[in-house]
């Protein structure tokens, strides 16, 4: 019995898609990868997805597991591949305000999680512009990061236990609530960050922390990034670490936004080379009390801090959310990065890079010294997320032949100065070559060895994540 015919009889109630119904499937959301899967299968629960890697392994048919198809490195690419869809497992099994937990199934959009979290007096503080699409399994997987990194850490900071389903069909259950457990190798974290090259994931135990009592959030400019990173430090003193955001957008980033939103107003009279949408939080009551004017404590003392570094000369510039409108206007515009960098028809490399907060501004002074050389019409688009070193530095070359050649000479550069070429998005395929110049051949050696040790046939999410061993 062929392989499409053993699932369907296999898992009779389980939605399996051919054809043109697999068309949802059969793109990711940058659009850069596309191919016609083999065949999209819907399980709604851990044991179906058990039974599908059982009788994938047996046909030696490759599987691809897809969240909500928001990744950016080409990591859904299913040509000939079976598409093992979590989007029917999104339910949320329970969030626990005492222990501070949300125990929920992978298909769950990150979305829906931070509402139900939000319900409890909780957050779950993970934070992006793909938070309506992104599922849990698709940030575990990627080990995504977004805009709060800087005060709760990456997904993997965020994660207590997983359950996964392995390539042979074996059941991983890993869903420990615990915050201390030192019994052997931390299995979980293999499986976070994987890809899914190594395991479906399936569910999660997630930590949640208590809603902020009170937010307050601006746009500053700075002269330099280096006295934006002083203010970064300078705020985060003044306030014991509140700030939960601090993300940089240069002066043509405002002015395509501008461009692109022209009914929107901008923060700025002026244009400013360096702005920041900073935004900081606290649980405190002491924070959240407020003033006969209706000014937080927390906004007195951001104000305050604001009027020192501005006498300081740091801050140039600054204006304050006073309402909830004012704020989501701000934070469109960061969110509305993706569109910016990929907007237009020519081919963009998404750099993603992460360096030493003190190399960014080095890193930013030899890109404009380097990239008019190797390309004069090149054009660039950065966003980042400064306080944690992470920068988006999309450029799009004159000719798609330069691809390579430019994102080597980043690459390069990022290396030279301690940085890593994949901060939060992934490897993918897209990054398969930056994988095989920049990755020591010892880890490439070991996550080899362990794909073999998990995968031995190579089905799960083949081609991806690790570059093919050229000795081999
Ligand atoms: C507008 C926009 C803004 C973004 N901003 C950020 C940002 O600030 N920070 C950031 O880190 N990322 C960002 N991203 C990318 C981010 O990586 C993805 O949005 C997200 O992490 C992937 O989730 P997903 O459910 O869409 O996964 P998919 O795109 O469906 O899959 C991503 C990868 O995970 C694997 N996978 C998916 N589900 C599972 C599972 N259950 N088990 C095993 N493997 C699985 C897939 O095979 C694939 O390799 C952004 C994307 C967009 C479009």
């Not at 990711?28 to 997805?49: C, F, H, K, M, Q």
């Not at 501070?100 to 829906?112: D, F, K, M």
């Not at 930056?434 to 999410?461: Q, V, Y």
Request: charged share 20%; net charge negative; with cysteine.
């Amino acid at each position: 019995m062929n392989f499409l015919a053993r699932l369907a009889e296999g898992l009779p109630h389980t939605p399996l898609l051919t054809g043109a119904d697999c068309a949802p499937w059969a793109k990711d959301w940058t659009g850069a990868w596309s191919a016609e899967p083999l065949a999209v299968i819907r399980p709604a629960s851990t044991a179906e997805v058990s039974q599908i890697m059982q009788i994938a392994h047996a046909h030696g048919v490759p599987v691809v597991p897809a969240g909500g198809l928001s990744g950016l490195v080409g990591g859904t690419h299913a040509p000939e591949a079976l598409v093992l869809s979590l989007d029917r497992m999104k339910q949320i099994r329970k969030i626990d305000p005492i222990t501070r937990v949300a125990v929920t199934e992978a298909g769950t959009i990150l979305q829906t999680l931070r509402e139900a979290a939000h319900e409890q007096g909780l957050q779950f503080p993970m934070t992006f512009g793909a938070q309506g699409s992104a599922t849990i399994g698709g940030i575990l997987s990627t080990n995504a990061g977004g805009s709060n990194v800087l005060k709760y850490g990456n997904t993997r900071d965020l994660c207590l236990g997983i359950e996964a389903v392995l390539p042979d069909g074996t059941i991983l259950d890993l869903m420990s609530a615990l915050h201390k457990d030192n019994s052997g190798y931390a299995l979980k974290h293999l499986l976070i960050g994987a890809e899914g090259t190594l395991g479906i994931i399936t569910a999660a135990t997630l930590k949640l922390y208590p809603e902020p009592r009170i937010r307050t959030t601006g746009f500053l400019a700075c002269p330099n990034l280096t006295d934006a990173l002083t203010t970064l430090n300078r705020l985060q003193e003044a306030t014991s670490d509140a700030v939960e955001a601090f993300e940089y957008m240069p002066m043509n980033y405002m002015q395509a936004y501008a461009r692109l939103h022209p009914a929107e107003r901008a923060p700025f009279d002026q244009p400013h080379a360096v702005n920041i949408l900073v935004e900081l939080a606290s649980t405190a009551p002491r924070d959240a009390a407020l003033s006969p004017e209706g000014t937080s404590v927390l906004q007195e003392t951001f104000e305050t801090s604001l009027a020192a570094l501005m006498e300081d000369g740091l801050v140039t510039d600054a204006v304050i959310a006073t309402n909830d409108t004012q704020r989501s206007a701000f934070w469109k515009i960061r969110e509305c990065a993706a569109e910016l960098s990929l907007e237009g028809p020519r081919t963009a490399i998404i750099n993603d890079i992460a360096l030493p907060l003190d190399q960014i501004p080095v890193f930013f002074d030899r890109m404009a010294a380097a990239l008019p050389q190797l390309d004069a019409g090149a054009t660039d688009m950065t966003v980042a997320h400064l306080g944690d070193g992470n920068i988006h530095y999309t450029v799009r070359p004159s000719s798609a032949d330069l691809k390579d050649t430019i994102m080597a000479m980043v690459e390069a550069d990022v290396r030279d100065l301690g940085g890593s070429f994949s901060a939060e998005h992934g490897v993918g395929l897209s990054k398969l070559n930056s994988m095989a110049r920049h990755k020591p051949s010892a880890a490439l050696a070991t996550m080899r060895a362990i794909k073999n040790a998990i995968d031995p046939e190579g089905i799960l999410n083949a081609g991806k994540v690790i570059p093919t061993d050229p000795a081999a």
